[in-house]
């Protein structure tokens, strides 16, 4: 007896057909595959090419363009020598060589504000009794946004004999002279920029 009692009944084996070999064919061949590739490769090749021309173009107008900017296209001979030294004279200048300079400010509650980085404009004024009328002396920048390069501790500075405190600034070195000189002529001071 079914554990299902009304279950389908199989029907009744039918032999299926018998096997076949594989009858013989000769290959396929598709015509033209052998040139369809040919083509695309052609094809990409164009499209390449023409990818190319047109930066060319791009760049040939932006050339132009510039060119015209400068003062014309064609250049003369003379022109392009010119041109050519202007060039080499600006390979020959150096950069400008910075130093370290030292500098006594007569205010050393001001240097004591600075920090090693900061920017400052070192003003000059002549040491000595007020102008006429009691005018305040003229007063001229020596240096203009001179970067701060160490602030020496207090104990360090007083040793140098003189009020003030001391500041190097790192300068070109023909701000460097012109801070000696007026720091030997002069009351220096500083405004943070």
Do not use: W
């Not at 009944?9 to 032999?15: K, L």
């Not at 900017?69 to 600006?90: C, F, H, S």
């Not at 003030?164 to 460097?176: C, H, I």
């Amino acid at each position: 007896m079914s554990l299902y009692p009304y279950a389908p009944t199989p029907p009744a084996s039918v032999p299926g057909p018998e096997p076949c070999g594989v009858p013989d064919f000769s290959p396929l061949r598709v015509r033209g595959g052998r040139h369809r590739l040919r083509r695309a490769v052609r094809r990409r090749r164009r499209a390449m090419a023409a990818g190319l021309a047109m930066t060319a173009a791009a760049l040939a107008a932006s050339g132009a363009r510039d060119a015209g900017r400068t003062g014309g296209g064609a250049q003369t001979g003379a022109q392009a020598e010119e041109q050519a030294g202007a060039g080499a004279r600006q390979r020959e200048r150096r950069p400008v060589e910075m130093v370290s300079a030292p500098v006594r400010i007569s205010d050393a509650a001001t240097v004591r504000l600075l920090r090693r980085g900061d920017r400052v404009d070192v003003i000059a004024a002549a040491a000595g009794p007020q102008g006429v009328g009691g005018e305040p002396p003229d007063a001229r920048v020596v240096a203009a946004g001179a970067r701060v390069a160490e602030v020496p501790k207090v104990r360090e500075t007083s040793a140098g004999g003189g009020e003030g405190a001391l500041v190097v600034l790192s300068v070109p070195r023909a701000t460097a002279a012109a801070l000696a000189g007026a720091g030997a002529t002069s009351r220096l001071a500083v405004t943070v920029c």
